[in-house]
């Protein structure tokens, strides 16, 4: 599977908009980008995935550019209780039900 | 609908005992996976059952750790015997059969296993 480089850490403040950018240069075309979230003392949780453009739910939005070897994972008026963890991962469309590799992820810290 | 239990939520024992994890997975999701984080590390894959079946065991670090999911409902994950190295928080998770695009996995809140 691709390997994934995203920030170790980073700030924001309450209100703002947060946009955490994935680097997975040698993404596959069978693969797809998924992000989780994990607060302390909690396991990772589904936030969005995609596979090209964007994709939005109720939570995010998710750009991935033509070429797909990024993603940004973008946080709408972020909160104090976005204070949390963010992982990219890239998993293969096919054997859906194979495991998670989990990099360091993004370590986010939203200030009142 | 509930979701992914996990028993204990925390343990501490001392090395050369043994510990048994327990994971309840969301009633109806045949996949199940075992996962762990040691101190400063990332979160790595220990294994995958599919019903009761192990689907992918190559996770496992050695021979101490046993993982079972009889009857294909909750799955235990023992240690025996416990080593220091063994601390760190196991995470269960579970899915539904895979399919389609993609095969969300929901986690359990971890157990925090303290070997001494």
């Known amino acids: 599977l691709a390997k994934t480089t995203q920030p170790i850490s980073m700030d924001s403040y309450e209100g703002q908009e947060v946009n955490i950018t994935c680097s997975h240069n040698?993404?596959?075309?069978?693969?797809?980008i998924t992000w989780y979230q994990q607060f302390p003392s909690q396991g990772p949780r589904f936030i969005i995935q995609?596979?090209?453009t964007k994709v939005t739910n109720e939570v995010a939005s998710l750009f991935i550019p033509a070429d797909r070897k990024s993603s940004t994972l973008s946080l709408p008026r972020v909160s104090l209780s976005d204070t949390a963890v963010y992982y990219c991962?890239?998993?293969?469309?096919?054997?859906?039900?194979?495991?998670?590799?989990f990099g360091g992820g993004t370590r986010l810290m939203v200030k009142p | 609908e509930a979701g992914v239990t996990q028993f204990p939520s925390h343990s501490v024992i001392e090395k050369g005992q043994t510990v048994t994890l327990r994971c309840d997975p969301i009633?109806?999701?045949?996949?199940l996976y075992w996962y762990r984080r040691v101190m400063g590390k990332e979160i790595k894959f220990l294994l995958h059952?599919?019903?009761?079946?192990?689907?992918?065991e190559s996770g496992m670090p050695n021979n101490r750790f046993l993982a079972e999911r009889t009857g294909g409902t909750y799955s235990t994950l023992k240690v025996q015997p416990a080593e220091l190295e063994d601390s760190g928080v196991y995470f269960c998770?579970?899915?539904?059969?895979?399919?389609?695009?993609?095969?969300?996995?929901?986690f359990g809140p971890g157990t925090r296993l303290t070997v001494l």
């Open positions: 995609g596979y090209k």
């Open positions: 009633s109806g999701h045949d996949n």
């Open positions: 998770a579970s899915s539904r059969i895979p399919g389609g695009n993609y095969n969300e996995q929901f």
């Open positions: 991962l890239v998993q293969t469309r096919y054997n859906a039900g194979n495991m998670l590799t």
């Open positions: 059952f599919v019903k009761e079946s192990k689907q992918d």
């Open positions: 040698n993404i596959a075309t069978n693969d797809y």
